[in-house]
């Protein structure tokens, strides 16, 4: 789906929304509410410049519209690749971006984060998987690396890899192994706006900011270790 | 022949080229140290095992609760020779139950000894929710007024998401031979071309990613000699001098200004040689053979 069409089956009670390179930033209407609407758009691959932007347009939402539900909208390729990016601390910029998330949790704002296209690595960690909800598009790919260049990389036979992503959610691609996982809370089919608003109902209603995800990832039976793992050392003597 | 020669010097014991078991046994005060879930309690990565690879009990990170100048502190320390200390389930796993743990415990500070390329790709997507994982439960653990600190300066660096989580520490300690960064050099030059970042130019990648350029830049609060009592030294001023108070919404803004004015300031800079210069370093090309000490003199003489 294109980002137009995007934007009108999410809001289609009305949105001002600018994109700029490849930057979104503005406001729509739901039915419970106005909401900040933050994110990026064709892949980009997030930069100082980007995720100050983004930091930016979260802490005005904090300033001047207390409580105001976040809505990211993510669609990154990662982060950016470049020694200038490098050299000014690119782990810092996208360290503030994450902060500011978590400022916007503890002031009372609700975060939903939704992949329209894809979401990798850095560019992921750094405001999608930092929101109290992360939810994906049908079709929209979610990953560290794509199976081949994993292959490459760690010196194993592809068709191992390809074979053991068929039973296992830990290393391949797609964003319902993240659901699987635990990190992805569901699949949003058309129309949107229906699902947005279902979830900013249940947010409203939860309590807590407690990370839900190893319980949910222990529960939906693709990650199994972890819950046990950080329990036994809560309870470690 | 393997008795030290009469009156040699014998030098501090590196801590970059220490185990993570060294360098917490040393950091530490001494007998004060206890790990948490020693192996062989937990078995090994059953990821690893299903690719054949080996796998190690404490899944390359080592955690537990210590003393340091007799202060109650939590440390987790990453194995850089397993794996090259990357995050895999189990490994991120034991650092966020640490970190909650520190919520009810509440010690002094939190210490992450950081040797690590980010994630583990043989375990890539549970890797990339458990370095997710550590940030929230950083965070949290600064909310609740514990310091948490990143102790860069072994073999792997900082890099990948653990890089993310350093910059959301309390405070970041280096050694010059430290390095911090998101994307490694190797993985520029792979994807952008040997033009772009020469991964093999290891004085260009310390220019870039190490500890002196970071302490230049604020974005390691200290720098240290490489040893493991220059570190605990480095602990010990943090503890005394920091401030535990956690983000606020005049906190980011200010961080968020400093970002934006360093990123015009420097946007032409594809050097640290060239932004030392710019911060008003006279012999920029000095500064990777300056000691310590002179390093820290120098920063503390430049201009605001």
Redesign the interface.
């Known amino acids: 789906m294109k980002l137009p069409q995007l934007l009108d089956s999410l809001f289609p009670d009305g949105h001002a929304i600018t994109v700029s390179g490849q930057t979104i930033t503005g406001t729509a209407t739901t039915a419970r509410g106005a909401v900040a609407v933050l994110g990026t758009t064709e892949g980009a691959a997030i930069s100082h410049d980007i995720a100050l932007t983004l930091a930016e347009g979260i802490l005005d939402t904090i300033a001047q519209y207390p409580g105001r539900p976040l809505i990211f909208l993510v669609d990154t390729s990662g982060q950016a690749l470049s020694r200038q990016q490098e050299l000014l601390c690119l782990n810092g910029s996208l360290g503030h971006l994450a902060q500011c998330v978590d400022l916007a949790r503890r002031q009372g704002h609700p975060s939903i984060s939704l992949v329209t296209e894809q979401a990798v690595s850095g560019g992921y960690l750094s405001f999608g998987l930092m929101a109290d909800r992360s939810y994906a598009c049908t079709d929209a790919q979610v990953r560290v690396m794509d199976l081949k260049a994993m292959a490459r990389v760690t010196k194993i036979a592809y068709e191992r890899l390809a074979a053991l992503a068929a039973d296992s959610a830990i290393i391949a691609p797609g964003a319902d192994n993240y659901c699987r996982m635990g990190a992805i809370d569901a699949i949003w089919e058309p129309p949107l706006a229906v699902s947005l608003e279902a979830a900013l109902a249940e947010i409203a209603a939860s309590k807590g900011m407690q990370d839900r995800r190893m319980a949910a990832g222990l529960a939906r039976g693709g990650r199994q270790l972890a819950a046990g793992v950080a329990a036994a050392v809560l309870a470690a003597s | 022949m393997n008795a030290a020669l009469p009156g040699a010097f014998t030098p501090a014991p590196s801590f970059f080229e220490a185990t993570a078991r060294q360098r917490v046994q040393q950091l530490l005060d001494a007998g004060s140290w206890r790990e ?2 020693p192996p062989p ?2 078995a090994s990565s ?2 690893l095992a ?2 054949d690879m080996p796998g190690a009990f404490d899944d390359g990170v080592i ?1 537990g609760a210590g003393l340091l100048g007799a202060k109650a502190v939590l440390v987790a320390a990453q194995e850089g020779r397993f794996m090259g200390g990357a995050v895999g ?2 490994h ?3 650092i ?3 970190l ?2 520190a919520l ?1 415990e509440k010690p002094a500070a939190v210490l992450l000894l950081v040797d690590s390329g980010g ?1 583990r ?13 550590i ?3 950083v ?2 653990a600064r ?1 609740a007024r514990i310091a948490v600190l990143a102790l860069i300066g072994g073999s792997c660096g900082a890099f ?2 653990m ?6 520490c309390s405070a970041v300690l280096m050694s010059e031979e430290g390095r ?4 490694g050099p190797e ?2 030059e792979t ?2 071309g040997f033009e ?2 020469d991964a093999r130019d290891r004085a260009l990648v310390w220019r ?2 190490g500890g002196k ?2 302490y230049l ?1 604020g ?1 390691s609060a200290d720098l240290v000699e490489d040893s493991s009592a220059a570190f605990r030294q480095g602990v010990l001023d943090c503890l005394g001098s920091q401030d535990t108070a956690p ?3 005049a906190s ?2 200010a ?2 200004k400093g ?2 004015a ?2 015009t300031r ?2 032409s ?4 040689s060239e ?1 030392w210069a710019g911060l008003g370093i006279s012999a920029p090309q000095d500064v990777p053979l300056l000691e310590r000490d002179a390093l820290i003199g120098l920063k503390k003489g430049l201009p605001a």
Do not use: W, Y
Request: net charge positive; aromatic share 4%; hydrophobic share 55%.
């Open positions: 948490f879930l309690t937990l059953p990821h299903a690719l955690i389930e189990i991120g796993a034991k966020v139950g640490l909650r743990r009810a994630v790709l043989h375990e890539a997507n549970a890797g990339l929710i458990a370095v997710s994982e940030m929230r439960a965070l949290a909310a990948g998401g890089a993310i989580v350093c910059s959301l911090l960064g998101l994307s993985v520029i994807v952008m772009e970042f870039v990613t350029h970071r830049m974005d983000a606020t919404l980011l803004r961080t968020q970002l934006r360093r990123m420097f946007s800079c594809r050097d640290g932004v």
